[in-house]
């Protein structure tokens, strides 16, 4: 009962203090006084830090005093998993938003405590006392993660789930990916007060970018890594599945990405005002609906933690969200519009305006998808699925608009683009992207939509390779460090593209050129897969206090040796799960799963009545420059580290010559 009490007084500790920076915050303003917002903010997150540590504690000793350590940890959980183990389930998973969401919100009191008394800074720092208020308030009630076990004395505990300790990145991937939802936060609090002030001429918007381009950055970088963990724990050989929770990662940031782009528009030009402070807004709804999806129990996902009574609150919390914003949108909207338009649509700003309605619809598109299903259910009691096709169909087509656009945006002037000076600029790059599409035609590659993407990658490639050019030499004339033109929002962007150009590449190659093949093999026998000499070299069995197994001992290309296998975690009523083994390198990933023995599946039911009986059933996927996808991910995760950085002098957005 020690932990649970100790646990539950540093929840109410963050609850209390945070109630309490609401209550003073909103007496500031009115009064407009100072308020003490730091003090507030630092005691609240010492609770949720107290928190986590009563729960880390209790984990990495096996204290199974606490029911939610005895159902996601066991005295043979290795120490990295038991760490992981507080965001392997419900309760724990909110604690870490919470933990993330209070530190953020101290950095930005913080970062803005010299302009306290600022009717923006006042109002946004309010909505940030108000939002990790109500997700304290969740662990103090429905999300308890201190419940006591009254059969701790006789637990040896359930362990976590198998597929949450069959790989590292499960302690990267998740806190990223919630840093990235919990980053939204904070222009969506700084949206609401330039709402309610009506000061969205100033500089917050540009403010208002480099925390969503940080947000933007982790999330990035969590969904490839989950596409990574996905690829190399669950035995498809995929990497993206359109599974609904997926989708909801999706979704803000694709609302985040225009964001980013079209802000760039209103610090150039003063326009798309109303339009910015929307995406703000609706980038943080789509983070909370995300939360409902993934919290409620609602949607049936491999990533989806269990049903809960948390869908009521999450959705209640939303629908304020959306409403009051709408209120907001409705009251000041008028009188906040840009005065002028696009003046041509052949110019940066009419090509950012396209770059947003390619966003925003494939987002509309996507969480149609997504929630179609749970609407069709409501109003006809039936389940239906919207499967890989329906979102495949717009997401091809989408990507090579987007390319274009990555192409030649950069390259085209504000106002009004002229053709002869793009095409001086593009020149270069255009002739190098029809040299790669005759080689790669000459070399069988036939399909008109991936020649499309190779040749628009290519061009892209060009265009970000020559605005950091630009950049680069103009650092250098003004004397700074070539590095320095690195640092800054155009910089770091372009290196974003550079990624997303890699991570394309890796995408269209790896999914319309992979060779799948199941192979029956016996012990010395080989096998060619899409010129991949496979050779079975036996079985081995294995056995340790966390899992047991059976695995499969091949022989890719006489050099690399893979063992993919079958495994049983112990605890969880000895989940098995397929365990694939993949050969990688730049040019082409080989990956291997352990299907079958003697004619049984790994589930026990048979297969081929004719495979010998010392004989295994083994699943080939041979798979050109995926490596790539993951090389991309990377910059792009680098770029917007680039793009969050000051530069010490102010450079436009988008380098001319």
């Not at 206090?545 to 091949?554: A, C, D």
């Not at 000051?646 to 010559?657: I, N």
């Amino acid at each position: 009962m020690t932990l649970t009490w100790l646990g539950r007084a540093f929840i109410y500790l963050a609850v209390l203090s945070f109630l309490g920076g609401v209550i003073n915050q909103a007496v500031a303003i009115r009064r407009g006084r100072n308020a003490y917002a730091m003090a507030y903010a630092v005691t609240g997150l010492c609770g949720v830090l107290g928190a986590v540590g009563v729960m880390q504690f209790a984990l990495i000793t096996h204290n199974f005093s606490l029911a939610y350590v005895a159902e996601n940890n066991a005295t043979f959980t290795p120490f990295l998993y038991s760490i992981t183990g507080m965001w392997s389930a419900l309760e724990g998973s909110i604690l870490l938003w919470a933990l993330l969401l209070s530190a953020l919100i101290v950095g930005v009191i913080h970062r803005y405590r010299a302009e306290a008394r600022d009717s923006v800074v006042a109002w946004a720092r309010l909505v940030m006392f108000v939002t990790v208020g109500f997700f304290t308030i969740l662990m103090a009630g429905p999300a308890d993660p201190f419940l006591h076990n009254p059969n701790a004395a006789h637990a040896t505990g359930a362990g976590p789930n198998a597929l949450l300790q069959d790989n590292p990145l499960v302690a990267i991937h998740p806190p990223l990916l919630y840093f990235g939802f919990v980053g939204f936060t904070v222009p969506f609090a700084f949206a609401v007060a330039m709402l309610i002030t009506g000061r969205v001429q100033e500089r917050w918007p540009m403010e208002l970018r480099r925390w969503t381009v940080l947000s933007w950055g982790a999330l990035s970088v969590g969904i490839i890594l989950g596409a990574w963990w996905s690829y190399q724990v669950l035995g498809w050989g995929g990497f993206w599945g359109w599974d609904p929770v997926e989708n909801a990662a999706l979704l803000p940031w694709l609302t985040g990405t225009a964001y980013i782009h079209s802000v760039i528009v209103q610090d150039r030009r003063g326009l798309f005002r109303i339009w910015n402070l929307s995406l703000a807004i609706a980038t943080f709804a789509l983070t909370i609906l995300g939360t409902f999806f993934t919290r409620s129990g609602v949607l049936q996902s491999v990533h989806a933690f269990s049903s809960s009574t948390l869908g009521p609150l999450i959705i209640g919390f939303f629908s304020l969200t959306v409403g009051g914003a709408v209120a907001l949108l409705a009251w000041r909207g008028d009188r906040l519009r840009s005065a002028v338009g696009v003046d041509r649509p052949f110019s940066r700003e009419g090509l950012f305006v396209a770059n947003n309605i390619i966003f925003v619809g494939f987002a509309i598109v996507v969480l149609l998808g997504t929630v179609f299903p749970l609407l069709f259910e409501a109003i006809n009691g039936q389940q239906v699925t919207v499967g890989t096709p329906y979102f495949a169909s717009v997401a091809a087509p989408a990507a090579t608009v987007l390319l274009l656009l990555m192409a030649i945006a950069p390259l085209v002037s504000w106002r009004a683009g002229n053709r002869q000076v793009l095409w001086s600029r593009v020149r270069f790059s255009a002739w190098f992207a029809l040299l790669l599409v005759a080689i790669l035609r000459l070399n069988g590659i036939s399909k008109p939509l991936d020649l499309a993407a190779y040749f628009l990658a290519a061009l892209a490639a060009g265009a970000a390779i020559r605005t950091l050019r630009v950049n680069i030499v103009g650092a250098v004339h003004r004397g700074e460090p070539w590095w320095n033109a690195l640092r800054g929002p155009s910089a770091g962007g372009m290196v974003v593209h550079l990624g997303v150009v890699i991570l394309a590449v890796g995408i269209v190659s790896s999914t319309s050129y992979a060779t799948r093949r199941e192979i029956a093999l016996s012990p010395g026998q080989s096998t060619v897969v899409a010129g991949q000499v496979i050779t079975f070299e036996g079985i081995k069995t294995f056995s340790d206090p966390l899992r047991y197994g059976q695995e499969v001992v091949l022989r890719v290309n006489r050099s690399s040796t893979v063992a993919p296998a079958i495994t049983a975690f112990r605890g969880r009523a000895s989940q098995k799960v397929g365990t694939p083994a993949i050969d990688s390198n730049l040019w082409r990933d080989v990956y291997l799963t352990f299907d079958a023995i003697g004619g049984t599946s790994r589930s026990g039911a048979r297969v081929d009545a004719t495979l010998a009986k010392n004989a295994v059933g083994i699943g080939v996927t041979v798979e050109p420059l995926l490596s790539w996808l993951w090389i991309g991910g990377l910059m792009v995760g680098v770029g917007s580290a680039l793009s969050f950085l000051r530069r010490r002098h102010r450079e436009s957005e988008l380098a001319e010559s």
